[in-house]
């Protein structure tokens, strides 16, 4: 059985009646061109509630002015079938006129997180991000919800709102699904040219060298992170926008290990493909 829901008035009616009946409601938000990262969502969704309901929505809000929003990959159908195969029984697809009246003129805004790195290059997309993700929690009414790890800052920011708001979702963070040889799944990746593709490997290959090394008892951070720049400037990207340690909920930078954890952070531009990835070292 599959559902296909387009208005927030009957996805709210439709979540109400699951929960009155008991059921526990499980939410994987995306915005479509559906990979294995985002099927492993959705099973983890499925493992842990009775409906899992997958949001198709490509959120105007969160791309900049000059960014690829007309030209991001859209699959509806194949996502459907996709996404069912893993779980999914339910699907919001909203219209961007359903989602954003035309006078539309409420937001979210985190104030500190979301400023930097991501935040930073991109104005304004932690601010469609949060707000798109406070909409679909209203319209679906989910008791769960599944992020990946793969975009760190946003399930960071994300697990603020819901902290901040009290918002009454778990927040269930999912691993990285990556390829054979080690580049974190993105339905960017499509862009890569065949030129490009095995060269964008290296953010994987460096974030996996400092874990190594960190193994091996280093202890220097800035010694960690000049390796992961060491092997992604190796592969000659077109830009490095930042290669960084944080600490994984708040994006402060750090410089020295946290016995918690440190999360490094990487973003690489490959022609006009930006590549995101990260690690979380930790000393336990
Ligand atoms: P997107 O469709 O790119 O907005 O992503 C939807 C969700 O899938 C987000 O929670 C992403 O973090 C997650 N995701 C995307 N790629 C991966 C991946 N390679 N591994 C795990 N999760 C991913």
């Known amino acids: 059985m599959r559902t296909v829901i387009e208005s927030v008035s ?44 997958c949001s198709i929505f490509v959120n105007p809000t969160q791309f900049g002015p000059h960014e690829d929003l007309d030209s991001y990959p859209r699959s509806l159908s194949e996502d459907i079938e996709k996404a069912s195969s893993a779980g999914a029984t339910v699907f ?91 580049l974190a799944m993105s339905s960017r990746n499509v862009y890569l040219d065949a030129d490009a593709r095995p060269r964008a490997a290296s953010l994987s290959r460096g974030l996996s060298r400092a874990t190594t090394l960190l193994g091996d008892g280093v202890r220097s951070l800035a010694r960690l992170v000049a390796e992961v720049r060491g092997a992604i400037e190796a592969s000659d990207p077109t830009g490095i926008d930042y ?9 402060q930078p750090l410089t020295e290990l946290r016995e918690d954890g440190t999360l490094l952070i990487v973003a690489v531009r490959f022609g006009s493909t930006r590549l995101l990835d990260n690690t979380l070292l930790t000393t336990r």
């Open 10 to 53: 009957e996805m709210q009616r439709f979540a109400d009646a699951a929960r009155s009946q008991g059921k526990r409601i499980g939410v994987v938000p995306t915005m479509g061109a559906l990979h294995d990262g985002h099927l492993s969502l959705i099973r983890i969704a499925a493992s842990s509630s009775d409906v899992v309901i």
């Open 92 to 182: 919001f697809t909203p219209t961007v006129r359903e989602m954003y009246a035309k006078d539309y003129q409420t937001y979210v805004v985190n104030e500190e997180a979301a400023t930097r790195f991501e935040g930073e290059i991109r104005p304004g997309h932690f601010r469609g991000v949060t707000t798109i993700v406070l909409k679909l929690f209203t319209a679906t009414k989910p008791h769960a919800a599944v992020f990946g790890r793969k975009d760190a800052q946003q399930l960071a920011v994300i697990r603020m709102m819901v902290r901040d708001l009290g918002l009454d979702v778990e927040i269930i963070p999912a691993p990285i699904i990556r390829e054979a040889d080690g």
């Open 243 to 251: 290669i960084a340690a944080v600490h994984p909920d708040t994006f």
